[in-house]
């Protein structure tokens, strides 16, 4: 992947690199100062209130650069805090960009990494106010913190689930854990599955309808799996929560693998992370609602639970039985 024609990371120097990495970055009326000074300056909409979110992905435990190329790399990077602030109703306005980067890591790679990144910025209007870099000894490591604002009675938390609310979730689950493991395997890996692990589109517009129309009561965004997270929501709200297996939504994707190998692989769709969908609750007499304002938005939004008075995370079967899942969730130290 290096060509002679660029120069090498060192020949740049860091603050050569730092001017190559942020060349991309455009401005937006709400950042006073940027890019260049020892910190940004940004001014919030007025009566909004900050949110802010990070996340960090390390080579080798998050992504492999033989599966990941770059340029979807740097979208994924921004997507996963992008999909955080809209979980809680916000809307995403500034991020910044640390970078951990290995002396022999190509400069395309660079790149096309801030390419994606950008891109991703520039479709929901984020700007990119600064960031550090630095140099790597083991492998790329890339920090995304994003920040957005929100009226205060828009904000939509882990807390406010109720029993008997629906529980929703948008797009379909489990085509991420589908295409990672088939990667692991070496098998062959659809692009539509490919592109659900690679490059996962944060559902921001149906965020920021649930929380302008009040519609959701609690939100979470299902990265580490549906149980574990929506157990998340469960536990802050003090309720729990009755999900149908059978309800799940599934890709066509997901769905024809599932048919080839004769048994639907339950576990992805559970446990299985980096869906990126929102799982969120809300009263059960809004689900016209509801049903209108995520089509409006062109997003799928599936009913697929119930809350409960009780605690407990469960799941059953068409007959009523109850599902019984062995491994619930990504947990880095398990
Ligand atoms: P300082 O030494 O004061 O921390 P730096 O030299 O690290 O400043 O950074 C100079 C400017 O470049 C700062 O505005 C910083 O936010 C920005 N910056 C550094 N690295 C990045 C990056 N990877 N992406 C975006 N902005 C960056
Ligand atoms: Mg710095």
């Known amino acids: 992947m290096t060509s002679p024609t660029l120069p090498a990371l060192a020949a740049l120097g860091e603050f050569g690199l730092i001017s190559r990495l942020t060349a991309g970055a455009f401005k937006h009326k709400s950042v006073l100062t940027g890019i260049g000074d020892d910190a940004a300056v940004t001014a919030l909409s007025t009566g909004m209130q900050l949110l802010t979110s990070t996340d960090m992905l390390i080579e080798d435990v998050h992504f492999r650069r033989v599966w990941h190329d770059p340029y979807r790399l740097g979208r994924k990077s921004l997507a996963a805090s992008l999909s955080d602030i809209a979980a809680m109703g916000g809307i995403s306005r500034w991020a910044l960009l640390s970078l951990a980067i290995p002396s022999d890591l190509p400069l395309e790679f660079l790149d ?33 913190t994003a920040m ?38 070496g098998e062959a890996v659809s692009n539509e599955l490919l592109s659900r692990l690679l490059d996962p589109p944060p559902r921001i517009s149906a965020a920021l309808a649930l929380a302008e129309t009040g519609l959701a009561t609690a939100m979470i965004d299902v990265s580490d799996g549906l149980l574990a997270d929506f157990g998340h929501v469960a536990e802050q709200s003090a309720v729990g929560c009755c999900i149908n297996l059978d309800d799940i939504p599934l ?17 992805m769709v559970l446990s299985g992370g980096e869906d990126y969908e929102l799982c ?55």
């Open 148 to 185: 957005g604002e929100q009226y205060p009675d828009r904000i939509v938390r882990r807390s406010g689930a109720l029993p008997d609310d629906d529980i929703w979730v948008t797009g379909t689950l489990g085509d991420a854990a589908l295409a990672l493991k088939l990667l692991e395997n």
């Open 280 to 334: 969120f609750t809300a009263h059960r007499s809004n689900r016209g609602k509801i049903a209108d304002s995520m089509k409006k938005c062109g997003n799928a939004v599936t009913r697929i639970g119930i809350v409960t008075s009780f605690s407990g995370v469960t799941v059953v079967n068409r007959d009523g039985s109850t599902y019984s899942s062995q491994h619930d969730g990504f947990n880095h130290f398990t």
């Open 112 to 144: 096309e990494f801030m390419r994606g990144f950008l891109a991703l910025a520039s479709e929901h209007d984020v700007a990119l106010i600064g960031g550090d870099t630095c140099s790597s000894r083991a492998g790329l490591t890339v920090s995304v």
């Open 251 to 267: 890709s066509p994707a997901f769905r024809n693998h599932a048919a080839q190998h004769s048994v639907i692989p339950h576990q």
